[in-house]
């Protein structure tokens, strides 16, 4: 299968129905002389935030667990609707996806074993201003990719892949930090790209590549064959049907019902510290309370059973189950 470009209004319409009426952008942003189309997907379109996330200059769009994030020494489980800052670092686990939303309306990919660095994330200050932000790949795979939105705002915007930066402007690229070498795909769009102090170079050729093997010189750049690029693009995609949290998700997976509340905060800690954004909800059954051990916010129920069946192999949850709220 060939992989195509995402279009730019697709990936906006990932944005929650309920919540497309919030937003921390406004017309004025628009850069001068942007497109109708531009302007009327601010209309339809205008960028969304869940509630208590106006301000920040990221978010987290949808997860799938188990992802972490390290703040001031703090290391904490991930869930949808997250605000993200510099100096946040993200890891994800073996079968993780994170997919992130910056203010400005680009998304950011990250695929799983990964750990990304919010090195700098700065917003502009007045309409019309730059999007500022440096974002460091220590290790797994990524894709950024501009919106119809974001194409109308002005950034400026580094990725560092291990050894290697890439200057971001209107595009789409894909790239990784592996033990043997670092990868930087452009799909679409221009970037340019150096290793450490070399020159830089500026990639403009749509479906093309710059590796840098370990500890030897950069390789020419290439095109990239289709049934490749597929293969990496499914390192950081979501499935649709996968296990993924998401902010308006409405479907639960409860993983045991306990008698105490000192017994399900127990469980509780455990599953935080593997990286499960979990809730506890009591239900009344005659005249005893229980307290069930919940995770919550799974898009759909293929994902919700999916995930209910991973955890009962991989923690010995056996009697969990899936629910719409």
């Known amino acids: 299968m060939r992989l195509q470009p995402t279009p730019p209004d697709e990936m906006d319409s990932n944005i929650p129905a309920d919540i497309k009426s919030r937003s921390r952008l406004s017309v004025a942003g628009l850069a001068p002389g942007c497109s109708r189309r531009a302007w009327l997907a601010l209309a339809l379109l205008t960028l969304a935030v869940p509630p208590g996330v106006e301000a920040a200059a990221a978010w987290v769009e949808s997860v799938q667990v188990p992802a972490w994030v390290v703040r001031n020494g703090d290391r904490l489980p991930v869930n949808a609707g997250l605000p993200l800052e510099a100096g946040d670092i993200l890891t994800t686990g073996p079968k993780a996806r994170l997919r992130l939303r910056l203010a400005e309306g680009s998304l950011v990919k990250v695929g799983p074993d990964a750990e990304l660095h919010l090195q700098a994330l700065k917003p502009p200050s007045a309409p019309g ?19 119809l939105l974001s194409k109308a705002h002005r950034r400026r915007l580094d990725i560092r892949i291990s050894n290697v930066t890439a200057g971001i402007r209107g595009t789409d690229v894909w790239g990784k930090a592996a033990p043997d070498k670092d990868v930087v795909c452009l799909i679409e769009g221009e970037i340019s790209v150096k290793r450490g102090d070399d020159a830089a170079i500026t990639m403009s050729d749509p479906l093309s590549f710059y590796v840098v093997p370990k500890g030897q010189e950069p390789l020419p750049v290439r095109p990239v064959d289709p049934d490749q690029l597929q293969r990496w693009a499914q390192e950081t995609d979501i499935e649709d049907r996968g296990p993924a949290l998401t902010v308006d998700g409405a479907w639960t997976v409860y993983l045991e019902s306990l008698s105490t509340r000192e017994a399900a905060a127990r469980s509780r800690a455990k599953l935080e510290d593997q990286g499960f954004p979990i809730t506890i909800q009591t239900a009344q059954v005659g005249d005893k309370t229980f307290y069930r051990v919940a995770l919550a916010g799974f898009r759909n129920r293929p994902g919700a059973v999916a995930f209910k069946d991973s955890i009962a192999d991989d923690l010995g949850f056996r009697t969990a189950w899936a629910t719409k709220q």
């Open 129 to 147: 201003g730059l999007f500022e932000g440096l974002l460091d790949v220590v290790k797994g795979a990524f894709r950024f990719t501009t919106t």
